[in-house]
């Protein structure tokens, strides 16, 4: 099992770009999230999704696109890059929203 | 609102001390709360894992202690080792028909000093 993998590593962004952060998982979990970790700010959920067809918002959605409409699959668009956006960022999935959360690498974006 | 407060931001140990991260939660519905293990460049990863239950649990060198009446937990580390160092997140969550997202804590840098 790969577990939660999550492309790219590092990406530069230029403001006004659009991009998609990949994440994908193994391990036939229903429940994925995304978080942004800033420092001093912990873990802030962006989007999660309970199945296939099925996202919601999270503490921090506004600037960010999500869609699964996969199992496996759970891309992050954001539509129109900022600087505030300028963060790490966490793929994670569960069995359920309640449950252990497994947490992929990160993706480091930087936007200028 | 912050439904899991976490103390301290910071922490820094001598080798062989105690480390004690502390967290209290608002909502009484909780029954599930996990630690997680953060390291630098990499993601959180569950740690250990407490219902309220029971008032402690330990596994190796971490012990959580629960409080229920109190509506606090706190992680300890025992003769902590610089291959602790990392950023430690409480959470919680009400497991039990999964009906409450896991929520995070803040999170704690812990340096361990050799």
């Known amino acids: 099992n790969a577990g939660v993998t999550q492309t790219p590593k590092f990406q530069v962004l230029k403001t006004g770009q659009s991009m998609t952060l990949q994440c994908a998982q193994d391990m036939n979990h229903e429940y994925m999230s995304w978080y942004r970790q800033d420092p001093g700010m912990g873990l802030r959920l962006i989007h999660y999704s309970v199945g296939a067809g099925i996202t919601d918002q999270g503490e921090v959605p506004n600037g960010y696109n999500v869609s699964r409409s996969t199992t496996e699959d759970f891309p992050l668009r954001l539509l129109s890059a900022a600087p505030s956006q300028t963060s790490v960022y966490f793929c994670?999935?569960?069995?359920?929203?309640?449950?252990?959360?497994?947490f992929g690498p990160g993706t480091r974006l930087l936007v200028l | 609102q912050q439904q899991v407060k976490q103390s301290p931001q910071s922490l820094i140990v001598q080798k062989g001390g105690i480390s004690i991260i502390n967290c209290a939660y608002e909502n009484t519905a909780f029954d599930y709360f996990p630690w997680y293990q953060q390291f630098p460049g990499k993601g959180p990863a569950l740690l250990i894992a407490i219902r309220p239950d029971v008032s402690e649990k330990k596994e190796g060198r971490f012990t959580i202690s629960f409080n229920k009446s109190a509506k606090q937990f706190s992680l300890h580390i025992m003769d902590s080792q610089p291959g602790d160092s990392a950023t430690y997140f409480c959470a919680a969550s009400k497991y039990q028909g999964g009906s409450e997202k896991l929520v995070f804590g803040k999170g704690t840098k812990l340096t361990v000093n050799p």
């Open positions: 994670a999935s569960s069995l359920s929203r309640a449950g252990t959360q497994y």
